[in-house]
């Protein structure tokens, strides 16, 4: 059962209360980590008190993480039916990338007039280790994706905007299960990483129209790979 693989993928038989994170985040990470990973498939629904049970949580703290990863478009709380995994959908990834190109690329932009040569040297790391990764016999698909995050957070956090991060912050986790599909399923690693050192390029340049562009380009691809990946995984399933 999907409730099991969460259990056990997250190596514990229950969740301990002195961890420094509080536990519904906890709890909420473990969710959404299964259901990245397709370990929690689609349409499932997840039953509190047997989640409860496993997890050796209260039902109080899990129903918070629940509705976080409500909030976050991974689940789908409802009064009758209780928290059911989202479907993929085609219409919400057009949405959801199309706003975050938006914003990103202007952060790309801002970023390009106040990041600290202090910043570029991390954002140059987080690619090198990316880079690394990805020559990897076998990839740790997870760590790539949390670097992947890392980067595009960097860029944001170089706007100085704190608007605009706080935005890109929301859709980014409500993209993660894409970033995972683009990036491990579909094999676009290679290509996300010379469209990351293009950027980074730009931005060690302070060229903000080329910032803009490229990070709005490297949306784009994924979007419109990831909704032909979504058109033919529902073709498959009728």
């Known amino acids: 059962m999907a409730h099991a693989a969460l259990a056990g993928e997250a190596g514990l038989g229950n969740v301990h209360l002195e961890e420094v994170k509080p536990l519904r985040d906890r709890i909420a990470e473990m969710v959404r980590a299964s259901i990245i990973d397709g370990k929690i498939r689609p349409g499932e629904r997840l039953a509190e008190p047997d989640l409860a049970a496993r997890l050796g949580v209260s039902r109080t703290p899990l129903r918070e993480a629940l509705l976080q990863l409500d909030s976050e478009g991974f689940v789908n709380v409802t009064p009758r039916r209780g928290a059911v995994v ?33 910043e570029l040297d991390a954002l140059q790391e987080i690619h090198d280790r990316m880079t690394r990764l990805a020559a990897a016999r076998s990839r740790d698909h997870r760590r790539i994706l949390q670097l992947n995050a890392e980067f595009h957070a960097a860029i944001g956090n170089a706007s100085r905007n704190e608007k605009l991060i706080q935005y890109i912050r929301v859709l980014r986790s409500q993209a993660l299960r894409y970033n995972y599909i683009y990036l491990s399923v579909l094999s676009h690693l290679s290509a996300s990483l010379s469209e990351h050192a293009g950027i980074l390029d730009a931005l060690t340049r302070r060229d903000g129209d080329a910032a803009e562009r490229l990070v709005r380009a490297h949306g784009d691809a994924a979007g419109a790979a990831l909704c032909v990946f979504i058109e033919q995984q529902k073709a498959s399933q009728t």
């Open 86 to 118: 989202s479907e993929l959908s085609r219409d919400d990834a057009v949405e959801t990338y199309q706003v975050k190109g938006v914003l990103e690329s202007l952060a790309a932009r801002l970023a390009c007039q106040r990041i600290t040569d202090a």
